[in-house]
């Protein structure tokens, strides 16, 4: 199915591509304006008011969810047992990689400003989401907004990304003047690793940019390697939940 409609039917195939990432960023822009115009951070005022992010990423989630359920199977994922291995293996090393500016930043001697500390993601990343500060830890709401946010970014960010990212620009790069959609999955080349592993980097914040290069780099060549994108998916889905699991044991909630 995903081979035949994106050779018979690309505009579809472009659709179902893009339409679940522009889902995923339509409700981050929705929280930006939450935050700039809705929250107001005061004990007094209910938590949906003081925490927008608790309600607003749930729905994304499920948003994000539908959609790439219902269009399964239009999805070249090729799933390969050894492929999503080694896709396993190459999400634990790179989120190693992103983790590790943090990491260090406990046992470095660092200043706290704004210099070239920053920029190599050696910085403290203790605020982030926080479902304990909001309904306390151990309630079942604050249970329900973990398991939440694990599926957002382990299922749902590997999904929406991958796609996006491998199976569309990738293609898209390659041949943005011609019949992009007909390039096999994984095929490489220096521009479409320039353009897709920048505007990966780009996408997070400045402190990530040191772990996004390294963490988007190994993607790009599982991605070449494997032509898998199922490995790809494995791998970002790996990393975020090891990220996740760091994020949450260490107290580094800045770091998801």
Same mark, same amino acid.
């Given at each position: 199915?995903?081979?035949? +409609? ?15 990432? @522009? ?40 948003? #994000? ?9 239009? *999805? ?13 293996v190459f999400g634990a090393v790179g989120i190693g990689f992103w983790i590790l500016p943090t990491f260090l930043y406990g046992y470095l001697d660092v200043p ?28 079942? @709401? ?9 599926v957002r970014a382990a299922v749902v960010v590997a999904l929406v990304e991958e796609i996006f990212w491998r199976s569309f620009m990738m293609r898209l790069v ?5 019949? *992009? ?33 390294? *963490? ?5 060549? +599982? #991605? ?6 199922? @490995? #790809?998916?494995?791998?970002? @889905?790996?990393?975020?939940? +090891? ?14």
């Amino acid at each position: 199915m995903s081979d035949r +409609l994106r050779l018979e039917q690309p505009s579809l195939w472009v659709r179902r591509q893009v339409i679940p990432f @522009a889902i995923f960023m339509g409700f981050l822009l929705l929280l930006q304006a939450a935050g700039a115009f809705f929250a107001v951070d005061l004990p007094s005022q209910p938590w949906w008011r003081r925490a927008p992010e608790q309600w607003i990423y749930p729905l994304q989630t499920i948003a #994000c969810l539908v959609v790439l359920v219902r269009w399964w199977k239009s *999805y070249e994922f090729n799933w390969s047992l050894k492929w999503s291995a080694i896709g396993a293996v190459f999400g634990a090393v790179g989120i190693g990689f992103w983790i590790l500016p943090t990491f260090l930043y406990g046992y470095l001697d660092v200043p706290h400003s704004d210099g070239w500390w920053r920029w190599l993601g050696v910085v403290e990343r203790k605020d982030g989401f926080d479902p304990g500060e909001m309904f306390g830890e151990g309630t079942g @709401a604050y249970w329900a907004a973990l398991v939440m946010r694990f599926v957002r970014a382990a299922v749902v960010v590997a999904l929406v990304e991958e796609i996006f990212w491998r199976s569309f620009m990738m293609r898209l790069v390659l041949d943005w003047d011609g019949d *992009y959609w007909k390039q096999r999955f994984g095929r490489g080349s220096w521009l479409s690793y320039a353009v897709v592993t920048g505007l990966f980097v780009v996408a997070h914040a400045p402190s990530d940019y040191p772990g996004a290069l390294v *963490y988007g780099s190994l993607t790009y060549l +599982l #991605c070449i390697w494997s032509r898998n994108l199922g @490995a #790809c998916v494995v791998m970002h @889905a790996v990393a975020n939940l +090891l990220m996740g699991l760091y994020a949450v044991q260490s107290g580094n909630l800045g770091l998801w």
